[in-house]
């Protein structure tokens, strides 16, 4: 057998993809007098091999192939928001974006250097839950509305975006109160002389109304969508009742339908995603600009800093992937697809070699909530599903997102460290 | 550093990118087949499982099917494999490969269980090994090799069982990653 390529290939293939997209992107841009990217990249490649040391230093044992697929997502990202910057009237847009990324890989590194171990988060499963409703309702509440929407906290001149952590919060949350309840739902749903499983379906509508709650208190699609989406997911992945899931998936299209009807900002939402084109100077504005941006990508793209993705509002944030589709054509979208597909896939590898249920269960959750996300997001720009307000992991803008996001791979890393069979190589 | 490209030149200069890209997919696409299972590559010698395919097409679940006992292979006199203290006519299982097993072998005298659960006599702690993955029962005619319906498979050299297999001499098999061979002395 070949030997197994090793992750300091793919780390290399990674700078290299950054190092040649920055260039070509500054040449692209030399009309508009680009801001040089080299500090940049330079502390990109800093953060990313910085990471990758320490990382194999600290904890030998983790997965090697997770920090190959974050980085280079952060570098085709990044190359996407730099070349955006100048073009949106924000030349310091890639440079923030790569103190972000950088910072992102501190708080990896850290988690990896906390002592102990990720079975202690085990402990404090009710305190995540109160902290991530908590930050919820204060978001609701108290935060900043930006198009119509309140989901970001002001300080100073930093936006801070609750969901990003709220997610992960809720993954632990799961992962820990499913572990401990996981028989018990399984003995309620084998009670005999078919009674209904009281119990597990009140634990399911429980999580339906939180998700419908988010829908219309929040309005906001994206988040609602997210976590009723990681809350199915990971019911089915510790009870394995298919016919309990597919209700729930009724009885979410049900409040869907609802939603529909009785809201106008949803019923705006859907109609922007059906026909963008009866509107398209208003409402359906965004949506026909992401189409004419993805046809005029084609198969191959028009180049980095070639294309007009800046015609399209938001490109640099939710609308990422359809600058990256125009620029680096399907082929690229497509490649980049797949790293996602491969980092979620690399989770669930990670879920399966878990030594114990609760790391099982934390690592198939987040890697099922990189899946949602992606998918909600991805569908949302290319007119598959409607546009929602959440972030491309590891591509999009965005502080909270991007440091929530090393987190998250921070978690992973460490439960492969400590398998019971050990999953790098 | 700044390129002066003209807009031409630019427009080609996209292609060694996605080339790059594609490049990274396909490394990484190889590093991570390495640790799926397959066909395992057995350092073994031919071993054409389908002439010895017994006559029960039933794929191993039911596991209490007793196995029809076809004619005796004709031929095959046994070599001379293993320790030489051995006890001619015995039968044992050597690990090959994948897993640390006894050295003087897994002697086989009762049906053995190989799986991920503790109640197998042979426990593969492998998360692409299954609870009860696949079950050897000796025989007068040599053991019967049958996977009790195992979602990844067990393998007979480069071919997947599909239902119970009479080994010979000599036989490689595969429960997850770890091979083991069969020795009759």
């Not at chain 1, 079975?119 to 509305?145: H, I, N, W």
């Not at chain 1, 209904?196 to 339906?208: D, F, N, V, Y």
């Not at chain 1, 198969?299 to 007009?308: H, I, N, P, V």
Request: with cysteine.
């Amino acid at each position: 057998m070949s030997r197994r390529p090793s992750a300091f290939l793919l780390m290399a293939l990674v700078s290299a993809i950054l190092v040649l997209g920055a260039a070509l992107a500054q040449a692209g841009l030399s009309r508009l007098d680009p801001p040089s990217p080299w500090p940049s990249v330079g502390l990109l490649l800093g953060a990313f091999w910085a990471g990758w040391l320490l990382s194999h230093l600290r904890r030998p044992a983790g997965d090697s192939m997770l920090l190959p697929l974050s980085t280079l997502l952060c570098s085709v990202g990044w190359l996407e928001v730099y070349r955006l910057g100048p073009a949106i009237g924000s030349p310091a847009l890639g440079e923030r974006q790569a103190w972000w990324i950088a910072l992102g890989v501190l708080v990896f590194i850290l988690s990896l250097f906390v002592p102990g171990d990720y079975r202690a988060l085990e402990d404090y499963k009710y305190s995540c839950l109160l902290t991530g409703v908590f930050l919820q309702l204060a978001v609701m509440l108290f935060g900043t509305e930006i198009n119509g929407a309140r989901l970001w906290f002001e300080f100073g001149p930093v936006l801070f975006q609750p969901v990003e952590v709220v997610k992960i919060l809720l993954v632990v949350f799961l992962a820990a109160f499913l572990r401990q309840f996981r028989h018990w739902i399984r003995l309620s749903l084998l009670s005999p002389e078919g009674r209904l499983p009281r119990k597990a379906l009140l634990l399911l509508g429980l999580g339906w109304a939180c998700a419908e709650g988010v829908l219309v208190l929040q309005k906001d699609l994206g988040m609602a969508l997210l976590l009723f989406g990681l809350f199915l997911s990971m019911f089915f992945l510790s009870t394995g009742r298919r016919d309990l899931v597919a209700l729930s998936a009724v009885l979410a299209g049900v409040g869907s339908w609802v939603c529909y009807h009785l809201f106008g900002h949803v019923r705006v939402r859907v109609g922007a995603w059906l026909d963008p084109f009866a509107d398209p100077q208003g409402q359906g504005y965004q949506m026909s600009q992401a189409l004419y941006a993805l046809a005029s990508g084609g198969l191959d793209g028009s180049g980095l800093g070639m294309g007009r993705p800046f015609l399209v509002p938001e490109a640099y944030t939710d609308f990422i992937f359809v600058a990256l589709a125009e620029e680096w054509g399907m082929l690229g979208a497509v490649g980049v697809l797949m790293v996602y597909m491969m980092l979620v896939t690399r989770a669930f590898r990670i879920a399966l070699w878990a030594g114990d249920e609760f790391g099982t269960l934390l690592a198939a959750g987040l890697a099922t909530l990189v899946a949602w996300q992606t998918l909600i997001l991805v569908g949302g720009t290319v007119q598959l599903a409607p546009m929602t307000g959440i972030t491309l992991p590891f591509m999009s803008y965005g502080g909270s997102s991007m440091l929530a996001n090393f987190l998250l791979l921070g978690i992973l890393w460490r439960i492969s460290a400590v398998g019971e069979v050990s999953g790098g190589d | 550093m700044t390129l002066e490209l003209s807009e031409g030149l630019l427009y080609f200069l996209k292609y060694p990118l996605l080339l790059l890209l594609y490049v990274f997919l396909a490394t990484a696409l190889r590093a991570m087949a390495a640790a799926l299972p397959g066909p395992k590559e057995l350092a073994t010698h031919q071993t054409p499982a389908g002439r010895r395919r017994l006559p029960t097409p039933s794929p191993g679940r039911t596991a209490e099917t007793p196995v029809p006992v076809p004619a005796p292979v004709p031929g095959n006199p046994p070599e001379a494999f293993g320790p030489t203290t051995r006890i001619p006519g015995r039968e044992w299982l050597e690990v090959v490969a994948g897993m640390e097993g006894p050295a003087d072998g897994i002697p086989l005298q009762a049906p053995i269980l190989f799986g991920r659960l503790a109640d197998c006599p042979v426990r593969i702690p492998d998360p692409f090994v299954s609870g009860h993955h696949a079950r050897l029962t000796p025989g007068p005619e040599g053991p019967v090799l049958e996977d009790l319906g195992s979602r990844n498979g067990t393998w007979l050299g480069q071919i997947r069982l599909e239902g119970p297999v009479r080994l010979q001499d000599g036989d490689h098999f595969a429960v997850g990653d770890v091979t083991f061979r069969y020795h009759r002395t």
